[in-house]
């Protein structure tokens, strides 16, 4: 079945999806851009756009090697990726809306606009996790984004410095993926009526390094008047482990990895084929170690370091979600983070916010609630997943959607039927907890917490 939409870029045409009632709209251009420029949005297209099938990925390591023989990804490849086919391309900026067929523009739906995590080097907005949320059956339109990832999202040079800068608009480089980020965000805004959405109630949501792109849109003056709400997973908060550093500071790891592909100017290297330029840089980055494909300082976008813009209040006023897994990636700091974000919100007399712990061991095998475990449960797609699911996940799931999408709706979790969560603030510092047992507000043991380490986990891709 075809769906048809009048948007100001023109007509479009959609597909169905796997829940009934809701129409899909996949792989739509948000923007263009040419190697490290940053991306013009898409405002006209010819024609119809036909929306009916994903769009490419951003290039990224396994692109370049078969998943399928590397034991060392076999974890989330056999989790959220097997049995799939993805493109890959430099050009790649493309959305994903889902939204009930029969939602009119004035219907003013709210939107969950989802960024994708993977270490800022790896994933996509269609993996099968992401393939088809089941928010817009609880009224609330679903998108999710592709964005430039690794050396393409994140690459910082002198040389590739943006030419054209004014005093209210310096010259930057770097953050080519965050760019990209908040121009998808921008299309959706203003266009996102044509899909039954509602501009003035779109809620940012990431996870790992979504979470912490999240963040960051959080904290720019850019996204002011875009964002109604945040949720983030494993990854939101401040900490001095997650800091980020100027631009400048990296130049010297991109100057190594330009000379390590034979590059003799920014020239050669935009110029340089991907395979070339992903195996450079992972080269350079085994021997210098850290996240060199991040944020940074541009002094835009992100005009100062998370820690000091959030102490300063300088952080979007809106409602927060936050929360972090029990087998995650060092879960007592990003445990601490999410209630630290939500406190902070309290203390400087902010919108109530809410923090989760996510403990349900996940079902096939002894892995527990693994980093990215509690995405199948958010996007209700735990008919995509090889585990045997059981009704007590089916039910779990079914009650985090309903948390998720009320908070879209309203900025406020709670709703008729669900156990009451309640807002960190002074004298609250208790958590929901989502898992094992009955939902129900509740503490975390951190000692039991410090000895969940995740060990075999690759964070990325």
Aim: with cysteine.
């Amino acid at each position: 079945m075809s769906f048809r939409r009048i948007t100001p870029c023109g007509p479009i045409e959609g597909c169905s999806c796997q829940w009934p009632g809701v129409a899909a709209y996949k792989g739509i251009r948000y923007a263009t851009a040419r190697r490290w420029q940053y991306p013009v949005p898409v405002t006209r297209w010819e024609g119809t756009y036909s929306a009916v099938r994903y769009g490419a990925c951003s290039y990224q390591p396994r692109a370049f090697y078969d998943e399928e023989q590397m034991p060392e990804k076999a974890f989330y490849y056999n989790e959220f990726r097997r049995g799939e086919h993805y493109d890959y391309s430099e050009d790649c900026l493309f959305l994903n809306i889902w939204t009930p067929e029969d939602a009119g523009p004035d219907a003013r739906l709210p939107v969950l606009f989802y960024i994708h995590g993977g270490g800022f080097t790896g994933g996509c907005g269609h993996e099968k996790h992401f393939d088809g949320p089941v928010w817009p059956t609880l009224g609330v339109i679903a998108v999710t984004i592709n964005y430039r990832l690794g050396p393409l999202g994140f690459a910082c040079l002198p040389g590739l410095t943006e030419e054209e800068g004014t005093p209210s608009s310096p010259a930057v480089t770097g953050n080519y993926g965050l760019y990209d980020q908040l121009c998808a965000l921008q299309w959706v805004h203003d266009n996102i009526a044509a899909f039954g959405g509602d501009p003035n109630r779109i809620t940012l949501m990431g996870q790992s390094a979504g979470a912490m792109s999240v963040q960051q849109l959080c904290l720019s003056p850019l996204t002011e008047g875009l964002v109604s709400g945040a949720v983030m997973s494993s990854g939101g908060g401040v900490s001095p482990a997650f800091g980020i550093v100027p631009a400048d500071k990296r130049f010297g790891f991109w100057e190594k990895v330009m000379k390590k592909a034979g590059c003799a100017d920014t020239d050669a290297f935009r110029a340089l084929e991907p395979a070339a330029l992903f195996a450079a840089w992972k080269t350079v980055q085994e021997k210098t170690g850290g996240l060199t494909c991040s944020p940074v300082i541009d002094g835009r976008l992100i005009p100062a370091e998370a820690v000091h813009a959030a102490s300063a209040g300088r952080q979007l006023s809106i409602p927060y979600l936050m929360g972090s897994t029990s087998q995650d990636i060092v879960p007592p700091i990003v445990h601490k983070m999410a209630k630290g974000w939500c406190r902070l919100q309290a203390d400087q007399g902010r919108c109530p916010s809410y923090a989760w712990f996510f403990d349900r061991r996940l079902p096939g095998d002894d892995n527990g609630a693994w980093h990215s475990s509690d995405l199948w449960y958010w996007f209700g797609t735990l008919d995509h997943c090889w585990r045997p699911m059981t009704d007590a996940d089916r039910s779990l799931s079914r009650q985090m959607a309903r948390y998720l999408t009320r908070f879209a709706a309203t900025g406020d979790p709670n709703d008729e039927g669900l156990p009451v969560w309640e807002p960190i603030c002074k004298g609250q510092n208790r958590v929901l907890r989502l898992g094992e047992g009955e939902t129900r507000m509740g503490g975390v043991n951190m000692a039991k917490l410090t000895k969940t380490m995740m060990t075999n986990r690759a964070v990325g891709e």
